[in-house]
């Protein structure tokens, strides 16, 4: 018989309109649900169908290639299950679909932004995938 752990139990949340606000910075919003501690879980954040922009694995941030100084997770809110992602100095070729992807031992959960030109970030799919 195996005794689930309720840190392996979550989802994540985006925002709650679906819509980010940002100027020379964009917060893609994303959180667990319901809140667990963050700290030990590891954190992608990737455009899809490229490299990975940062990493969040065993207390350390990896910023991906071409992101240097640019992005970071707000590790003062792990605990609280915050696990979104800022990006700074916001430009064009930053436009696409971002997925964030939390790992905890098995288990696995995407959820999916859509940054697009001219406009706020915006959720692409609520519906949460699981890996």
């Known amino acids: 018989m195996s005794v689930k752990n309720s840190r392996d139990e979550f989802k994540l949340i985006g925002p709650?309109?679906?819509k980010l606000q940002f100027v020379s910075a964009v917060t893609l919003s994303c959180h667990l649900?319901?809140?667990?501690?963050a700290v030990a879980m590891e954190i992608r954040w990737f455009i899809v169908g490229a490299d990975c922009v940062c990493l969040?694995?065993?207390?350390?941030?990896?910023?991906?290639?071409?992101?240097?100084?640019?992005?970071?997770?707000?590790?003062q809110?792990?605990?609280?299950?915050?696990v979104s992602l800022q990006l700074r100095d916001y430009g064009e070729s930053d436009t696409g679909d971002y997925l964030c992807q939390v790992s905890s031992r098995d288990r696995t959960e995407d959820?999916?932004?859509?940054v697009a030109e001219g406009d706020s970030p915006v959720l692409k799919?609520?519906?949460?995938?699981?890996?």
Do not use: A, K
Not at 111 to 114: F, P, Y
């Open 33 to 37: 649900s319901p809140i667990n501690n």
């Open 16 to 18: 709650c309109d679906g």
């Open 56 to 75: 969040y694995n065993n207390v350390q941030v990896i910023e991906g290639r071409g992101y240097e100084d640019r992005v970071s997770l707000f590790t």
């Open 125 to 131: 799919n609520e519906q949460l995938q699981h890996t």
């Open 111 to 114: 959820l999916t932004v859509r």
């Open 77 to 82: 809110e792990l605990q609280g299950g915050n």
